[in-house]
């Protein structure tokens, strides 16, 4: 039995979950009292570490492995389990970066990283969101980010996917609203992840008025706040997380 925690024993299902921003998204909800569905793409490893420590924290953690660009593997994987239970918090946040400048940019570069972050948002939500509408309640979250704000040379792919993942949650949110769902998005800037791991920060930092780069935990507690019930009248919002290096 689901202890309640102040969240009623509900679930939330993380995608990309095994590690940097998800890995903390799936403990702060989980320290909220949810149930973690872990959506991962391959780190079996990252992502039992992770389900250990949600368990540790007194929760059930569903590890649930597809590649988010695939719609048939994001419906063999979530089928059963949506015929069970259906999340009261959808956090998307599974992606990767192929970076470098558009003149050189091959078409599978640009279509690998759309498919992750457009059809991947795509492909989850569109299976969750019908069974939210007919329970009448539920969140969504979409981790986005600074470039699909401002843009960011030499990322047109990855800054162009999230800038429609940004216009996807403001529609949605129009869609969803009279139906108690609330859709937003967490747009990071500089985070310390395996991402940004070779970055030249030396040139970044002088940009960003805090002077350092963000902890996955800082994005974490805004999703944190955006599922909760104090962000009970907040829709087609980006909330930026960038330590005011854009607004």
Sequence with gaps: MNKDNGQGGRIALVTGASKGIGAAVALALAKDGF???LNYRSDDSGAAK???????LGRACVLVKFDVADAA????ALAPLLA???????VNNA???RDTMFGLMSHQDWNAVLDVHLGGFFNVTRLLAPLMQRRRKGRVVNI???SGEAGNAGQVNYSAAKAGVIGATKALAKELGRRNILVNAVAPGL????MTAGLPLEAILPAIPLGRPGKPEEVAGCVRF????EASYITGHVLSVNGGLYS
């Design 35 to 37: 149930d973690i569905w």
């Design 50 to 56: 992770v389900a250990e420590e949600v368990e540790q």
């Design 73 to 76: 593997q994001v419906e063999a």
């Design 84 to 90: 069970g239970d259906v999340p009261y918090a959808l």
């Design 95 to 97: 992606g990767f970066a």
């Design 144 to 146: 986005v980010s600074l």
């Design 191 to 194: 985070i310390e992840t395996e």
């Design 226 to 229: 955006l599922c909760s019930d």
